[in-house]
């Protein structure tokens, strides 16, 4: 499985972008990456996932670079309620153990 | 409401005792998983299982038993709990492989003393 390696923390300006990236410089070609978030001790919310193609949800946008190797997940416009930790995790198509590491926590400050 | 429940949400108990903290999905989710998440350390997998009576082991299976009899229901068991057992603990559940993904139940914290 690719291992992916994250900032430990970021701060953001309520109301401004986020950008968080993520590293996964041995991701295959079969791994999906995914973004969830969690927010205190709650269960971590699913955000979004890419394989190759940018993509865009109503909560956020992925930027894969075209050699696979590192992605950004974009909040556009962060608010107070987007503090939280976010963790980005190469998962593969077929079924095998899944990893997450310690995540970005990211505050988003008013 | 679609929803992954796990119960108990909180649990003291003593070294040894055996616990089950169960898991059910009302989605007819395939997979099914449980992980363990410490301070520093993020979420760690402990088992998953990919339909009925299939199961395999995560990155930190020890002092764990899992089993799937049911598709809705994936309980943890821990036969002798012990203190570095003490932990916050998540079950997921999702239609099936990728690109599907995996929805959280609300975590169940437990103490070992």
């Known amino acids: 499985d690719a291992k992916t390696t994250q900032p430990t923390s970021m701060d953001c300006a309520e109301g401004r972008a986020a950008n968080l990236p993520c590293n996964h410089s041995?991701?295959?070609?079969?791994?999906?990456v995914y973004w969830y978030r969690q927010i205190h001790s709650q269960g971590p919310q699913y955000i979004i996932h890419?394989?190759?193609n940018n993509e865009t949800n109503e909560m956020a946008s992925l930027i894969i670079t075209e050699d696979r190797k590192s992605s950004t997940l974009i909040l556009p416009h962060a608010t107070l309620r987007d503090t939280a930790v976010y963790y980005c995790?190469?998962?593969?198509?077929?079924?095998?153990?899944?990893?997450f590491g310690p995540g970005t926590s990211l505050s988003v400050i008013p | 409401e679609a929803q992954v429940t796990q119960n108990p949400r909180y649990l003291i108990t003593v070294t040894g005792k055996k616990l089950t903290v169960t898991c059910s999905q009302n989605?007819?989710?395939?997979?099914m998983s449980w992980y363990r998440q410490d301070p520093g350390l993020g979420l760690r997998q402990i088992y998953y299982?990919?339909?009925?009576?299939?199961?395999d082991k995560g990155d930190v299976p020890e002092g764990y038993k899992v089993s799937r009899k049911e598709k809705r229901n994936f309980p943890l068991i821990l036969e002798s709990p012990s203190p570095n057992q003490t932990s916050l603990y998540f079950c997921?559940?999702?239609?099936?492989?990728?690109?599907?993904?995996?929805?959280f139940g609300p975590g169940t914290r437990l103490t070992v003393t």
């Open positions: 989605m007819n989710h395939e997979y």
């Open positions: 890419g394989l190759k």
């Open positions: 997921a559940s999702s239609p099936g492989q990728p690109p599907y993904e995996q929805y």
């Open positions: 041995t991701i295959s070609g079969n791994e999906y």
């Open positions: 995790i190469a998962v593969k198509t077929s079924y095998d153990k899944v990893i």
């Open positions: 299982s990919m339909n009925v009576e299939v199961t």
